[in-house]
């Protein structure tokens, strides 16, 4: 099979690094690379063995996929008019600007028969991937990502900078509608919210209680999961997950990293166990999430993140928004 010609557009911090992976993924061509700055595309060209596109139009004429990670306000004009022309596209997050635009998105997307990935990187974080052994089915969920303050992100509310990141997990972790969201927030030293608390509540009664900051002195990416006969704790900067389960006492398949202790009650004897599953080795959740995509395109399968999936998790956001500013 011949390598997919793959260009990017927008070449700030997000867009040099998929240049950087894309040049190095397999069954991939970086064929162009596009930015408004074109002394940054030229060098970034320079560096990966690529080309300088002139232009937009003369990067799709170049290319048979595509990575956008330009600012979210220009998501919806780019991604539309490569569609159109059928071209896949990854989206850096979030989808689109509105939700409107992301279901219009996805209605041209499914018209023209073109796939859409989003980056939400987080699900290929390696604390998440290492969990993928486990039946996971929480019925409380904590999470906190607070981060120091950077005026790259401020052109969005916290939520949808930084907190649809969990928002994303604990969709595809639960697996039930939203019943009911409540929040609160904050502007601080931006001009929308620079904090903000989301409490979630599911139809089949799960709730989730998020917290997002980008005004911490301290970084902290962490989520905590509990359900039926298990707790597990997931550090996304640390790449760790652990999980404290309960397991029958004759359960000879169980290899457990310690044994914590037995509970002796009732008719099942069952061990506390403590594990901390193996991540990849050498795992970057970026070049993952981008060599998927390359791999989605080239054998016509659907995305692990698609267009859909980033729609809901931006429909739960806009909501939190929408309750802040209310």
Do not use: W
């Not at 970034?44 to 979210?72: C, K, M, N, Q, W």
């Not at 939520?159 to 019943?179: A, G």
């Amino acid at each position: 099979m011949p390598s997919l010609n793959i260009g990017v557009i927008g070449l700030g911090h997000l867009g040099s690094l998929h240049a950087k992976m894309l040049a190095q993924a397999d069954g991939a061509a970086l064929t162009a690379v596009y930015d408004t700055d074109t002394e940054k595309a030229s060098k970034i060209a320079e560096e990966y063995g690529t080309r300088a596109a002139d232009s937009i139009e003369d990067l799709f004429d170049s290319v048979s996929a595509l990575t956008i990670a330009t600012p979210t306000s220009t998501h919806f004009d780019i991604a539309s008019a490569a569609i159109r022309r059928g071209i896949p596209v990854f989206l850096e997050k979030p989808i689109t600007e509105t939700v409107a635009q992301a279901r219009d998105l996805n209605a041209l997307a499914a018209e023209h028969g073109v796939i859409i990935q989003v980056g939400h990187i987080e699900r290929f974080n390696p604390a998440i991937v290492a969990l993928d052994q486990y039946n996971i089915a929480p019925l409380f969920v904590e999470s906190h990502r607070l981060a120091q303050f950077n005026p790259r992100g401020t052109d969005v509310a916290v939520v949808l900078d930084l907190m649809i990141h969990d928002i994303d997990i604990i969709l595809s972790l639960v697996k039930s509608d939203v019943q009911s969201i409540d929040a609160s927030g904050i502007a601080v030293v931006s001009e929308s919210a620079d904090i903000a608390n989301a409490r979630i509540t599911f139809t089949n009664g799960c709730v989730a209680n998020i917290t997002a900051s980008r005004i911490s002195q301290n970084r902290m990416r962490k989520m905590r999961l509990f359900q039926k006969n298990a707790y597990l704790s997931i550090d996304f900067g640390q790449g760790l997950a652990e999980v404290f389960r309960l397991v029958d006492a004759d359960d000879d398949s169980v290899s457990p990293t310690y044994m914590l202790g037995m509970i002796d009650q009732g008719s099942v004897k069952r061990n506390i166990v403590y594990e901390q599953p193996p991540v990849p080795k050498d795992h970057n959740p970026l070049k993952y999430e981008l060599q998927l995509f390359v791999d989605a395109v080239r054998n016509g399968t659907q995305p692990i993140v698609d267009g859909l999936a980033a729609q809901q998790a931006l429909e739960v956001a806009e909501e939190i928004v929408s309750k802040i500013n209310s």
